[in-house]
Nanobody, 121 residues
Framework: QVQLVESGGGLVQAGGSLRLSCAAS????????MAWFRQAPGKEREFVAA????????SYTDSVKGRFTISRDNAKNTVYLQMNSLKPEDTAVYYC??????????????WGQGTQVTVSS
């Protein structure tokens, strides 16, 4: 059974940091692009960041550029999202997703269950 399991969420004050992890099991995703999404209450799920299979290509939504960093460790089948300078508007459930392709194309074939991030002001 293929699973993506997120962890690392929690409650943090504005300006603080969190590191999310997404551990894959059931198959390797070393040849797949991976991405992070988030969904705030009452809002649609939105793209946050993506990374290609090798880790050399990354992309971010404008609101997190310079604050968030996506990375991956293919030996551990894990993707990370380092979140710094957090703001209350970053509060959301964060999901990781696996793309069908090696470079990110938005064709997300697997999803995790999500981890809650709450940023207090």
């Amino acid at each position: 059974q293929v699973q993506l399991v997120e962890s690392g969420g929690g409650l943090v004050q504005a300006g603080g940091s969190l590191r999310l992890s997404c551990a894959a099991s059931g198959r390797t995703f070393s040849n797949n692009a991976m991405a992070w999404f988030r969904q705030a209450p009452g809002k649609e799920r939105e793209f946050v960041a993506a990374i290609n299979w090798s880790g050399y290509k990354t992309s971010y939504t404008d609101s997190v550029k310079g604050r968030f960093t996506i990375s991956r460790d293919n030996a551990k089948n894990t993707v990370y999202l380092q979140m710094n300078s957090l703001k209350p508007e970053d509060t959301a459930v964060y999901y990781c997703a696996a793309d069908r392709y090696s470079d990110y194309r938005g064709d997300n074939t697997y999803w995790g269950q999500g981890t809650q991030v709450t940023v207090s002001s």
